[in-house]
């Protein structure tokens, strides 16, 4: 037997396994094959999606059966015109083929196909068109369902430049910096010192410090460090938001 003999026998009147789709069972089965399959039958559409297409029910099958809508939306991408010429019988789904197969077709029958939209255009706009509202609809619960992000909190700081002018002469300046250092406040970060002359072999400190400004009080700092043992005084010489 040829392979494509072989294949033929296996996918030969599929649709017959899904005569139930009025059933949440009948519909999960459906689902389950369609998760590895394109089509109901072979490896093309044929007349067999469309006998399977007509039991549906589009709004019954929403997002609990994401297989059997993912294959529905692209079987009803197709127009009428296209869809009557994929291969297969037609006599289920092709009205010119029932009626010369059986003249005094129901009226229920005629609903029916008219339901699925096989040969009005229009019906198969408004499918599309419902099944794109539901998905947007879905993915917006799923959106107002997820909390909202973290607001960033902004902390305003500034970098500030002191001058640290000592007593005399024989004050110790890297001992003086050193114990500026020990000043911890909530909110206050200390940067590198530098010594730098002032006159007549008289050296001063200048140092950097950041402040988070909402915490940190500038005239509080300031006495802080004038209150150290070889502070003579403190002057502010760059005050910089960051």
Same mark, same amino acid.
């Given at each position: ?88 019988? *037609?006599?289920?789904?092709? %009205?010119?083929?029932?009626? =010369?197969?059986?003249? @005094? $077709?129901?009226?229920?029958?005629? /609903? ?29 619960? *799923?959106?107002?369902?997820? %909390?909202?992000?973290?607001? =960033?909190?902004?902390? @305003? $700081?500034?970098?500030?430049?002191? /001058? ?39 050296? =001063? ?38």
């Amino acid at each position: 037997v040829s392979t494509q003999s072989t294949w033929g026998l296996y996918f030969t009147n599929m649709a017959a396994q899904f005569k139930d789709l009025k059933s949440e069972s009948g519909l999960q089965k459906l689902n389950d094959f369609l998760a590895t399959h394109s089509y109901i039958e072979g490896f093309n559409a044929s007349q067999a999606d469309i006998e399977v297409a007509i039991q549906l029910n589009v709004a019954c099958v929403g997002c609990k059966y994401p297989h059997v809508n993912r294959w529905l939306s692209h079987i009803l991408s197709f127009p009428p015109c296209v869809r009557s010429r994929w291969p297969g019988d *037609k006599s289920s789904t092709c %009205p010119a083929a029932a009626a =010369k197969a059986a003249p @005094a $077709k129901k009226a229920d029958d005629d /609903d029916d196909d008219m339901a699925f939209g096989l040969d009005d255009d229009d019906d198969d706009a408004e499918a599309a068109a419902e099944l794109i509202k539901k998905k947007k609809a879905a993915e917006e619960a *799923k959106k107002a369902a997820l %909390p909202p992000p973290p607001k =960033k909190t902004v902390i @305003a $700081k500034s970098s500030i430049v002191w /001058d640290v002018k000592p007593e005399d002469s024989e004050t110790d300046l890297r001992g003086v910096e050193a114990q500026l250092k020990k000043i911890n406040l909530d909110g206050l970060v200390w940067g590198g010192g530098e010594l730098k002359p002032i006159a007549f072999g008289i050296m =001063k400190l200048q140092i950097v410090c950041v402040v988070e400004d909402d915490k940190v009080a500038v005239d509080d700092l300031t006495e802080h460090m004038e209150a150290i043992e070889g502070v003579q005084s403190v002057d502010i010489v760059a005050f910089n938001k960051i």
